[in-house]
T-cell receptor, first 116, second 112 residues
Framework: SAVISQKPSRDICQRGTSLTIQCQVD?????MFWYRQQPGQSLTLIAT?????????ESGFVIDKFPISRPNLTFSTLTVSNMSPEDSSIYLC?????????????FGSGTRLTVV | GEDVEQSLFLSVREGDSSVINCTYT??????LYWYKQEPGAGLQLLTY?????DMKQDQRLTVLLNKKDKHLSLRIADTQTGDSAIYFC????????????FGAGTRLFVKA
């Protein structure tokens, strides 16, 4: 199955700054997903990123706050902009595994973000 | 609406069976999944079941699906301390494109 490398694994950031999270996949995938996992809560989908098109954002998430790049079929970035303590979460990227199709998704190990 | 619910905690003794339960609301589910998340790690797909199946067994794991009651369970036989983790139930629904909805996760504690 696909292997995802996600960086950084954790960071502590100052309020008002931005952090860019990178997600690298070892195989070409059409769709990449960005999730947020707030403490003690479920995963919430932020957006879906397809190569060559604008990301599709879920309700409650906007491009100005969470800009996403998808320059090729193996890489994506998510930026958390103008951070506040409420943005403290684990951010995970995920792909539809090319070997399994829709039968399960592969996740990166996550980025644990703390905003102070 | 789209909702997946599961209990937050489960504690079992090593060697016993664990049963983690999940209910979902959307009847258009195609696949239902169980993911495992160990501390500091991402989610690992444990097993899945297609919505037209009732049961799936994979070594120590047994998944039961009651589609009428929209109830999914994961049974782990001979639970080991290494099974301590958070287990997420998830459903894949067709909204024009496919969307995956996750439960809040059940934290399994295995006592030696």
């Amino acid at each position: 199955s696909a292997v995802i490398s996600q960086k950084p694994s954790r960071d502590i950031c100052q309020r008002g700054t931005s952090l860019t999270i990178q997600c690298q996949v070892d195989s070409q995938v059409t769709m990449m997903f960005w999730y947020r996992q707030q403490p003690g809560q479920s995963l919430t989908l932020i957006a879906t990123a397809n190569q060559g098109s604008e990301a599709t954002y879920e309700s409650g998430f906007v491009i100005d706050k969470f800009p996403i790049s998808r320059p090729n079929l193996t890489f994506s970035t998510l930026t958390v902009s103008n951070m506040s303590p409420e943005d403290s979460s684990i951010y995970l990227c995920s792909v539809e595994d090319p070997d399994r199709g829709r039968v399960g998704y592969t996740f990166g190990s996550g980025t644990r973000l703390t905003v102070v | 609406g789209e909702d997946v619910e599961q209990s937050l905690f489960l504690s079992v003794r090593e060697g016993d069976s664990s049963v983690i339960n999940c209910t979902y609301t959307d009847s258009s589910s195609t696949y239902l999944y169980w993911y495992k998340q160990e501390p500091g790690a991402g989610l690992q797909l444990l097993t899945y079941i297609f919505s037209n199946m009732d049961m799936k067994q994979d070594q120590r794991l047994t998944v039961l699906l009651n589609k009428k009651d929209k109830h999914l369970s994961l049974r782990i036989a001979d639970t080991q301390t290494g099974d301590s983790a958070i287990y997420f139930c998830a459903e894949s629904i067709d909204t024009g494109g496919f969307k995956t909805i996750f439960g809040a996760g059940t934290r399994l504690f295995v006592k030696a």
